[in-house]
């Protein structure tokens, strides 16, 4: 049951991943595309935002 549970959660960081049009997704780890989809997220964020007074 938990290798389902890894798949699945493995596909779901892999569908994310594909939003930003990213592609190179098949010799990586499950950690890796997760530090992959941190990067890509962490670009988005707009330095004028008040939300992220904190950087």
């Given at each position: 049951m938990?290798?389902?549970?890894?798949?699945y959660k493995?596909?779901?960081?892999?569908?994310?991943?594909?939003?930003y049009n990213y592609?190179?997704?098949?010799?990586?780890?499950?950690?890796?595309?997760?530090?992959?989809?941190a990067r890509l997220r962490a670009m988005e964020v707009k330095a004028e935002s008040p939300n992220v007074s904190w950087f």
């Open positions: 938990n290798t389902t549970l890894d798949g493995k596909s779901y960081v892999i569908e994310q991943l594909r939003k592609q190179d997704t098949d010799d990586k780890t499950y950690k890796e595309l997760v530090n992959q989809l």
